[in-house]
């Protein structure tokens, strides 16, 4: 394995571990995630893996070890626009419709470059449920819309917290697919999963989580 | 506007608020009706002495208000929280104070706004002079975003608590006293003639510093309250 090159790391965790209340959730831990790479957190239940992804949101705070965003340590203001964090929770209004969520989104984040809700809305395949309120949406179908939203936020760095849940065959196959195109394009992703999962681009870099 | 900007974000947060309020009325209708409700059991609890209810009138809609405005208090984060949007809301590349700042502002316009426009027909109900309204309004106008602001912090404080109803009204119990005193003293004061603008001016400079602190130490709260 070659060493890589320092500026190409975009994340670093350096003996990283979690504490609560003195038990041990996981750790130490050590990887690093480069530009255009994705990598699969693997874990059972509870050994951590959404703790681990608040973590790296910048929303817990680290205690011990250390973790490093373009090699500087992880802060809220420097992780601010940087990540995009999809969680079980999908954060998005039930009583508004995927094109008015997405709107919100873009107001608080941005856009990517040659994006818009409404073709992001069409790389997800919700096309003919834009203006459907979310609450009418199925379970995938929500977690599509969700995913629109990842794909509209201008961020490096995806952190997708069991993104193949409740999705069928299809909504898998799309998943990898925007996988594999936000790594070409540059970007790095985190995605934690208890299921097999195979990636278009070849073998993942594994992280393997013990309590 | 660039979206994506701070103004952008400001916008595009209210505007969600206020759809999301509008998609539910009846929320919005329901302290209202409990105002009037309240206001009109008075009357019958006291009997129809006119000159009794004139002197309680003031007094009485100012309560009425406070306690309509408790109802709504701790929806103010609550669907944010369990739909996960309050942490798509923290990685934003904004700042958080300011987006709940338009929170709070959101929730006044759908909570208060519709009390202090009917509060001249509940204050109307007990007979409070019309050369006394204006006074009613100013002071209202003033005391319920200090409400608003001050409930918001305490809200985000019991963020992480389940049934925090409790608790809430506990800890916003002493900081409501003083709103109540200067905004009621000051319609006091004018039905009897006395100067009113100096309790109004204690409020306005009370709004004035909460409106700078509380989207701070709501920020704060809400950062802690999430993090466990």
């Known amino acids: 394995m070659t060493v890589p090159d320092p500026a190409n790391v975009l994340l670093e965790a350096r ?5 609560r209340q003195d038990e041990p959730v996981f750790g130490p831990l050590d990887f690093r995630l480069l530009a255009g790479q994705v990598a699969l957190i693997e874990g059972d239940n509870g050994s951590g893996k959404t703790t681990l992804m608040r973590l790296l949101t910048g929303l817990l705070h680290v ?10 340590p992880l802060t809220r203001q420097g992780a601010a626009g940087e990540i995009a964090f999809l969680g079980h929770q999908l954060g998005l209004k039930s009583d508004l419709t995927p ?44 977690k599509r819309a969700a995913l629109a939203r990842l794909l509209l936020i201008p961020a490096a760095l995806w952190l997708l917290d069991e993104p193949y849940a409740n999705l069928d065959r299809e909504g898998i196959a799309l998943v990898n ?22 990636f278009a681009g070849g073998e993942p870099q594994r992280i393997r989580l013990h309590a | 506007m660039r979206p994506g900007s701070t103004s952008a974000a400001c916008v ?39 000159a009794l209810l004139t002197r309680i009138a003031g007094g009485v809609v100012q309560v009425t208000v406070l306690l309509a405005m408790l109802l709504a208090l701790d929806m103010m ?23 709940l700042a338009m929170k709070i502002l959101a929730h006044w316009i759908t909570a208060a706004l519709p009390l202090i426009i009917v509060a ?23 005391s319920t975003p200090l409400l608003s602001l001050l409930g918001a912090v305490l809200v985000a404080l019991t963020a992480g608590t389940r049934r925090s109803g409790m608790l809430l009204a506990l800890m916003l119990l002493p900081l409501c006293v003083p709103v109540v005193i200067f905004s009621a003293g000051a319609v006091a004061a004018a039905q009897q003639g006395l100067p009113w603008i100096a309790p109004i001016a204690w ?26």
């Open chain 1, 15 to 19: 003996q990283l571990s979690f504490f």
């Open chain 1, 63 to 72: 205690e011990d070890g250390e973790l490093l965003l373009h090699g500087a």
């Open chain 1, 99 to 142: 094109r008015e969520n997405l709107r919100v989104t873009e107001g608080l984040y941005g856009r990517r470059r040659g994006l818009d809700p409404a073709t992001a809305l069409g790389a997800v395949g919700l096309l003919g449920y834009e203006d459907e309120p979310v609450r009418r949406l199925s379970a995938g179908q929500k």
């Open chain 1, 177 to 198: 697919r925007l996988l594999d195109r936000h790594a070409r394009e540059g970007g790095a992703a985190l995605v934690t999963s208890h299921g097999a999962v195979s």
């Open chain 2, 12 to 50: 595009a947060l209210l505007r969600r608020d206020l759809t999301l309020a509008w998609r539910r009325r009846g929320d919005i209708a329901m302290p209202v009706l409990y105002a009037l409700i309240v206001v009109t059991l008075f009357p019958f609890a006291l009997g129809p002495d006119s």
């Open chain 2, 77 to 99: 984060f609550r669907s944010d929280i369990e739909d996960g949007s309050i942490e798509q809301l923290m990685l934003a590349p904004q700042p958080l104070a300011l987006m």
């Open chain 2, 120 to 142: 001249p027909l509940l204050a109307g109900m007990l007979h409070l002079p019309s050369a006394v309204m204006p006074v009613l309004i100013a002071s209202l106008l003033l």
């Open chain 2, 203 to 228: 409020l306005g400079a009370a709004l004035a510093m909460t409106l700078v602190l509380a989207p701070l130490a709501c920020a704060a709260a809400l950062r802690i309250a999430l993090d466990a």
